[in-house]
């Protein structure tokens, strides 16, 4: 039984243009121990993917579509009780976000962020939870953690808050870490020590970790497997290795060919022309096919489906390039 | 913050200054209500050297700033006490009515402020924002005159199971009162005229609640409270509620002008022994140092309202220090 079990998921908001199928039946899953990498172009749906995990889509505007599933350790979260959500959250599942200067509490200090946790979920007294708490932040990488831990988040820099963030997030030994582009808003010297950390904490305790990205190269360091979200679908999963040396969807080559090389200052840059559309109407047929270079009448015609690229294997892909053969399948849940 | 304190003294200097000129150089000569048919000239003009009025305005301003400087306000002109004796009695009536008020109005204004913003276009937050509007845009010496009307007079009429003393601070029997009694007499009394204050107020802080509140809790730092595990009492009353305050603090001083200045008016609805009531007097008496002490003293307390606010913004906000 894989840990997290993700189930044609769809999340969708409300919005005055309309319902932003934001998340669009994705589903994934995520053994124990394991590091999957979530890639994809900022409003691909990574990001409110991974909060429908934790529960922590608003509501109203956002809603989780019935016939979604998300199983944790078997357990059906999306029909669990609150109370039940809670003891998950911060305990069993954790998360840490993209912007470490916003995502801490400003007026507590950072010490009592990481005591909340351990008080509630551990129930620990307050001289414990202390101990506890700066012994995290040494586990992290804190220079003189004992002082620290009194620090209000505007008195430390964007790495030191991330460090924080991964510490409150350890702190009840969580079995799945979310991390959602847990680097993208840091200096590059320090994106390397924060991932070295994660890696690092991740195999002590044993933990799977989800990492949302759109950078390849971090993917390439980290991940066992890869899922390419476009459109609020997965369009291509596979291991890191097939992924990255073989990328099949013509989006996830166009991720790859948009990468710059170090050195390569005479070759220009190879973008994917355009934008990712609007959640709120995403093309018929391919929701990439404006954007393909390989397009053609079939893509405009129906939606592909997400398939093994080889019969039986795990890598799939979702691209009328690789399944020339299949016919049209009438999606449930597409409006006609 | 010794340097905030320092820089007050010339702030008040100088509402003093405004003050007195403001008064003094107004038409209109306060030794004539001594006046009556059988007084010669001489008579009225040695009251006004009695009274200081003989001298011409620059000089009276020296004498009375440098009386200030040594915390004297002068000898009112009708009840020939000196200004501060009077204000001194009624000063704490003034506090306790505009401190019962202010805390009201803050902690209704803030829970209802909280309310509307968790359950933002519920039917409450609907409700609520109406009849925060109503009240709002009300004066409050007419919602005072409606409160005497409904729960005064027709309470009283109707023999209603609620009535409340339409004026006074207590009963004609306060002194025969157990201190139980007294206690609950006192509240009885102090119930309509700080209503009528609060209920204003009230209205102004809970939609500066209700929108500081919406724009916190939508962000991350609210967002990683939830993610991890905490309970929505807690996010909101511990998390977001205090972020959300920093803003509405700013009214504490801004809204302590509004306050005194109703306390002006109520005070003259409700009878209520206190500084805005003496002011009122004062002036329609002509009796120029109280009318002076007791502005100067609602200044004053604006000035250390406004360095409260600050200390508190500071005690709320750990970004903010004053060294």
């Known amino acids: 039984m894989p840990l997290l079990e993700v189930t044609d998921l ?94 801490l509490n400003p007026v507590l200090t950072v010490g009592h962020q990481i005591e909340e946790v351990l008080r509630l979920h551990r129930g620990l007294k307050r001289r414990e939870a202390r101990a506890a708490g700066v012994a995290l932040l040494a586990e992290v990488g804190i220079s003189e953690p004992d002082q620290r831990y009194d ?33 993208t808003a840091l200096d590059v010297t320090i994106q390397a020590q924060i991932l070295d950390l994660l890696v ?50 013509p989006y996830t080559q166009g991720l790859l060919a948009s990468l710059p090389g ?52 795990s890598r799939s892909a979702r691209c009328w390039l690789v399944h020339p053969d299949e016919s049209s399948i009438d999606r449930a849940g597409k409006p006609t | 913050m010794v340097r905030r304190l320092l820089g007050a003294i010339p702030l008040v200097l100088g509402i003093a200054t405004i003050i007195f000129f403001v008064v003094n150089l107004a038409p209109g000569d306060p030794a004539l ?31 009375w700033i440098g009386a200030l400087a040594r915390g004297d306000l002068g000898f009112s002109f009708t009840s020939n006490r000196p200004v501060l004796d009077i204000i001194k009695e009624l000063l704490p009536n003034t506090l306790v009515l505009s401190a019962t008020a202010i805390g009201v109005a803050f902690l209704l204004g803030i829970l209802l402020g909280i309310v509307q913003a968790v359950r ?70 102090l119930a309509l005229p700080a209503t009528s204050l609060a ?38 009353f511990k998390h977001a509620l205090r972020n959300a305050l920093i803003p509405v603090i700013t009214l504490l001083g801004l809204y302590l002008p509004f306050l005194f200045s109703g306390t002006v008016f109520i005070e003259s609805v409700f009878a209520w022994p206190g500084m805005g009531k003496l002011v009122v007097d004062s002036i329609l008496e002509r009796d120029y140092p109280v009318i002076m002490g007791g502005t100067l003293i609602f200044a004053m307390m604006v000035v250390v309202g406004n360095l409260v606010a600050d200390v508190l913004y500071a005690v709320v906000d750990p970004r903010i220090r004053y060294d």
């Open chain 1, 10 to 103: 769809r999340t969708y908001f409300t919005t005055d243009a309309g319902v932003a199928r934001a998340v669009d039946g994705v589903s994934l899953q995520l053994e124990a121990g394991e590091t999957l990498g979530i890639v994809g172009e900022s409003g691909c749906g990574k990001t409110v993917m991974a909060l429908s995990i934790l529960g922590l889509i608003p509501s109203p505007p956002g809603e989780i579509v019935a016939g979604s599933s998300i199983r944790f350790n078997g357990e059906e979260l999306l029909e669990v009780k609150p109370a039940r959500l809670r003891e998950i959250r911060g305990n069993e599942i954790s998360m840490i976000f993209q912007e470490p200067m916003t995502s």
């Open chain 1, 151 to 183: 620090s209000y988040p505007h008195q430390m820099s964007g790495g030191m808050l991330q460090r924080i963030m991964i510490a409150i997030a350890l702190s009840c030994e969580p079995r799945l870490l979310i991390a959602d582009e847990p680097t």
């Open chain 1, 200 to 249: 690092s904490l991740q195999q002590k305790h044993g933990m799977a970790l989800l990492l949302i990205t759109h950078d390849l190269g971090v993917v390439a360091e980290v991940c066992d497997r890869v899922v390419v979200m476009y459109g609020g679908q997965v369009v291509e999963t596979g291991t890191t290795e097939e992924i990255l040396s073989h990328p099949k969807h």
């Open chain 1, 262 to 313: 170090i050195g390569d200052r005479d070759v220009r840059l190879n973008p994917i022309p355009g934008t990712v559309p609007s959640a709120v109407d995403w093309p018929e047929g391919c929701r990439f096919r404006d954007r393909c270079s390989f397009a053609w009448e079939r893509c405009a015609e129906s939606e592909p489906d997400l398939l093994p690229v080889v019969a039986g294997a």
């Open chain 2, 33 to 63: 209500r001594f006046l009556n048919p059988n007084m010669t000239p001489e008579v009225l003009e040695q009251i006004r050297v009695n009274m200081g009025l003989d001298q011409p305005v620059h000089i009276r301003y020296v004498r």
């Open chain 2, 120 to 189: 933002q276009y519920s039917l409450l937050d609907s409700v609520a924002s109406i009849v925060g509007l109503f009240f709002y845009s009300m004066p409050s010496f007419w919602l005072a005159l409606m409160m005497v009307l409904v729960f005064g007079l027709f309470a009283y009429q109707g023999q209603w199971f609620i009535q409340f003393p339409p004026s006074g601070m207590q009963s004609v029997d306060y002194a025969f009162l157990s201190p139980m009694a007294k206690v609950q007499d006192r509240l009885m009394h």
């Open chain 2, 199 to 236: 209920l204003v107020l009230a209205a102004g802080i809970a939609r500066y609640t209700r929108s500081s509140m919406l724009e916190v809790i939508r962000q991350d730092f609210v967002r990683t409270a939830r993610a991890k595990g905490l309970s929505e009492p807690v996010v909101i």
